[in-house]
C-alpha cells in the first residue's frame, strides 16, 4: 500500500519563533495518523503545510504524490480540512452553508443540495438544517465543520484537534464518525491534545515538542514507552499517604510520583499489580477516595519522553 500523504523535513519559522524545526510525518493510504502535542507544538502549522494553506521555509511535502506547493491546486481537490477554530459561516445555514461549498467545488445546485442533505443526515443534523449556525450548539458546528470538509468527497482528511471543548457524548460521536470515514477508505491524520483520543483512533502516533518529532508508533509500542498504565490512590487521610507509598512501591517495583496533594501515581505494565494493590489497601485497612488504573496522560508521556512536564513548556510556547 502506498503512502496517502508525506512531510520531510518541513521547516517553518514565524520571525523569532521556529514553530516547525524539522519533522516527518507520513500516512499509509486508509490509515489513522494521530499528531500528538502540547499548545504551540506545531501541530496546526504542520497541517496548513499539508493543505497547501501555508508554504515551508525548508523541506518538502506530498499528498497522493502531488507536492504541496507546486501542486497546490491539484492536493486542495483531494484533501478535506477541518480547522481547529470552525470555518462555516454563522449567518447561513447548515444547509445554506453546505451547498455553497458544494458549488465553490464545481457542483451543480441540484447535485450540491443532495449532498448537503445526506451529509446533514449523515452528522445529526437533519433537524437542525434550516437553522442559522449561530443557533448551534459547540457539539453541532463541529460536526457542521466537519460535514463541510466531507462536501468534496476527500481521499485525506485532517482534523485539527476534533473533539477540543467537547464533552464525553459528543465526543464519542465524533470518534464514531472518524471511524466510519476511515472504513470507507479514507486516511485521516489527527491533530489531538489527547493520548488517549490518539489511542483509540490512530494506527500511528508521532508525537511533536517545539516543532520536532519525539517518539513515533503504533499506540502500543508509545504506550510501552511512556511504561503502560498508572496506578492512582488518594488515602482518605492524608496520615496514610507513607503507607500508600510503601505498598505502590512494594507492588510495583517504581518509584512513586505525587501530581498533586494527597495523591500518588505508580507506572505498571498490566492489571494484574491493580488487583494486588486493591488487596494490600484492603488488608491494611487503608480507606481511599480515588482509586484507578488510567492510560498514561500526555504529560506522564512527555515526562518520559523529554524528562519534563508539558505544563513547564507553556510559557516558552507563547
Ligand atoms: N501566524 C503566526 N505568527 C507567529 N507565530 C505563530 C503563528 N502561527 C503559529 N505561531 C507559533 O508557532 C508555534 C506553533 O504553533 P501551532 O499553532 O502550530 O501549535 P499547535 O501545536 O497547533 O498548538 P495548539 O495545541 O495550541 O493548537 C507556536 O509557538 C505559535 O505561537
Ligand atoms: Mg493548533
Keep these: 500500500m502506498g503512502l496517502a500523504f508525506q512531510a520531510e523535513g518541513l521547516v517553518k519559522r514565524y520571525g523569532e519563533t521556529t514553530a516547525l524545526a524539522g519533522i516527518d510525518l507520513a500516512a499509509e493510504q486508509g490509515s489513522v495518523l494521530g499528531v500528538l502535542g502540547p499548545n504551540g507544538a506545531g501541530k496546526t502549522t504542520a497541517v496548513r503545510i499539508l493543505a497547501t494553506l501555508l508554504k515551508p521555509d525548508a523541506g518538502q511535502a506530498t499528498v497522493g504524490g502531488l507536492d504541496v506547493v507546486r501542486d497546490a491546486a491539484k492536493v486542495r481537490r483531494t484533501i478535506g480540512l477541518t480547522g481547529q477554530y470552525a470555518s462555516v459561516d454563522e449567518d447561513l445555514t447548515g444547509t445554506e452553508n453546505l451547498v455553497l461549498i458544494g458549488q465553490l467545488l464545481d457542483l451543480r445546485r441540484p447535485a450540491a443540495k443532495a449532498r448537503a442533505k445526506t451529509l446533514l443526515a449523515d452528522f445529526g443534523l437533519a433537524e437542525a438544517a434550516g437553522r442559522s449556525v449561530k443557533t448551534y450548539s459547540g457539539g453541532m458546528r463541529r460536526r457542521l465543520d466537519l460535514a463541510a470538509s466531507l462536501v468534496g468527497l476527500p481521499r485525506v482528511i485532517y482534523l485539527d484537534e476534533p473533539t477540543t471543548g467537547l464533552d464525553p457524548a459528543k465526543r464519542d460521536d465524533m470518534w464514531t464518525i472518524i471511524r466510519k470515514l476511515v472504513a470507507d477508505g479514507v486516511t485521516v491524520l489527527l491533530t489531538t491534545q489527547y493520548l488517549e483520543e490518539a489511542d483509540a483512533l490512530a494506527d500511528r502516533i508521532s508525537v511533536i515538542d517545539h516543532g520536532k518529532v519525539i517518539a513515533h508508533g503504533t499506540p502500543a509500542e508509545l504506550k510501552q514507552v511512556v511504561g503502560g498504565q498508572n496506578i492512582l490512590v488518594r488515602p482518605v487521610e492524608p496520615a496514610r499517604l507513607p503507607d500508600v507509598a510503601r505498598i505502590l512501591e512494594a507492588v510495583s517495583g517504581r518509584e512513586t510520583e505525587s ?52 505544563a513547564d513548556e507553556e510559557e516558552v510556547a507563547v
Design 259 to 310: 501530581p498533586g496533594r494527597g495523591v500518588l501515581t505508580v507506572p505498571v505494565t498490566g492489571d494484574s499489580e491493580f488487583t494486588e494493590v486493591v488487596r494490600r489497601l484492603g488488608a491494611e485497612r487503608i480507606s481511599v477516595t480515588e482509586l484507578s488504573l488510567r492510560l498514561p496522560s500526555l504529560d506522564d508521556a512527555f515526562f518520559t519522553l523529554t524528562g519534563r512536564h508539558a
